[in-house]
C-alpha cells in the first residue's frame, strides 16, 4: 500500500542554519503531497502542499517540490529561526483515499 | 482561536472507568476526523465521518466509540481502556468531504490509562 518515509530525527540546528527534512513516499497512482507542521502544545496546520509533479509548494520560508522521478518531496528553508523549532510531518493522499503521514521529525533550532 | 476546539485537553482515567472526548468545528465543515498520535509512531487515523455518516473506521477496538451528531461535533467515547491506549487524539475537518489532504485540527486531548 501507499507508505510515505522521512528522515529520522531530532533535527538540530542553529539559527540561520539550512533545512533540510527528506521525504520519500510510495504510492500506485499520483498523489497529492503535503507539509504539516506541529508546534509544541498544538495541533497539526498544513504548511504547504503540491498536488502534481514538478509543482513547488511554499509557505513562510518553507518550500517542497514534487519530484516524480525520485518521489521524494522534501522540505527545505533556507534560514531557520528559533520559532521554526516544531514536529514537521510529511503526508500523501489520493483522491478518494484517506491521508497518509509519516512519523513526523523533531526540529530543534537553538539562537 | 482555532476553528477546531477539543475538550478535555488532557484526561486521565483508570481502565475501568467510562468517559468522552468531544470535538466541535466552527468552519463549517463536512467531513471530521479522530487521529490518534503516539510516540514514535505514525498518526492513525481511526475514525472518518463524512455529512455525519462514518465511512472510515480502521479497525479500530470496540472500547472506542465514536458519535457524530451533527456536522460541527464529534465524540469518542470511551471505556475500558488499556494503558497502551494512551497517547493523543487529535480531531480534525476537512472542508470538501472526506479523505481530502487539507484537514484543520484541534489542539489534542492528551490521554492518559492508568
Known amino acids: 500500500g501507499d507508505s510515505v518515509t522521512q528522515m529520522e530525527g531530532p533535527v538540530t540546528l542553529s539559527e540561520e542554519a539550512f533545512l533540510t527534512i527528506n521525504c520519500t513516499y510510495t504510492?500506485?497512482?499520483?498523489?497529492?503531497l503535503f507539509w504539516y507542521v506541529q508546534y509544541p502544545g498544538e495541533g497539526l496546520q498544513l504548511l504547504l502542499k503540491?498536488?502534481?509533479?514538478?509543482d513547488k509548494g511554499s509557505n513562510k520560508g518553507f518550500e517542497a517540490t514534487y519530484r516524480k522521478e525520485t518521489t521524494s518531496f522534501h522540505l527545505e528553508k533556507g534560514s531557520v529561526q528559533v520559532s521554526d523549532s516544531a514536529v514537521y510531518f510529511c503526508?500523501?493522499?489520493?483522491?478518494?483515499?484517506?491521508?497518509?503521514f509519516g512519523k513526523g521529525t523533531t526540529l530543534s533550532v537553538s539562537s | 482561536e482555532t476553528g477546531v476546539t477539543q475538550t478535555p485537553r488532557h484526561l486521565v482515567m483508570g481502565m475501568t472507568n467510562k468517559k468522552s472526548l468531544k470535538c466541535e468545528q466552527h468552519?463549517?465543515?463536512?467531513?471530521m476526523y479522530w487521529y490518534k498520535q503516539s510516540a514514535k509512531k505514525p498518526l492513525e487515523l481511526m475514525f472518518v465521518y463524512s455529512l455525519e455518516e462514518r465511512v472510515e473506521n480502521n479497525s479500530v477496538p470496540s472500547r472506542f466509540s465514536p458519535e457524530c451528531p451533527n456536522s460541527s461535533h464529534l465524540f469518542l467515547h470511551l471505556h475500558t481502556l488499556q494503558p497502551e491506549d494512551s497517547a493523543l487524539y487529535l480531531c480534525?475537518?476537512?472542508?470538501?468531504?472526506?479523505?481530502?489532504?487539507?484537514?484543520?485540527f484541534g489542539e489534542g486531548s492528551r490521554l492518559t490509562v492508568l
Open positions: 503540491a498536488t502534481k509533479a514538478d
Open positions: 503526508a500523501s493522499n489520493q483522491a478518494g483515499t484517506a491521508l497518509i
Open positions: 480534525a475537518s476537512s472542508r470538501e468531504g472526506q479523505n481530502t489532504g487539507e484537514l484543520f
Open positions: 468552519l463549517g465543515h463536512n467531513a
Open positions: 504510492a500506485t497512482g499520483y498523489p497529492s
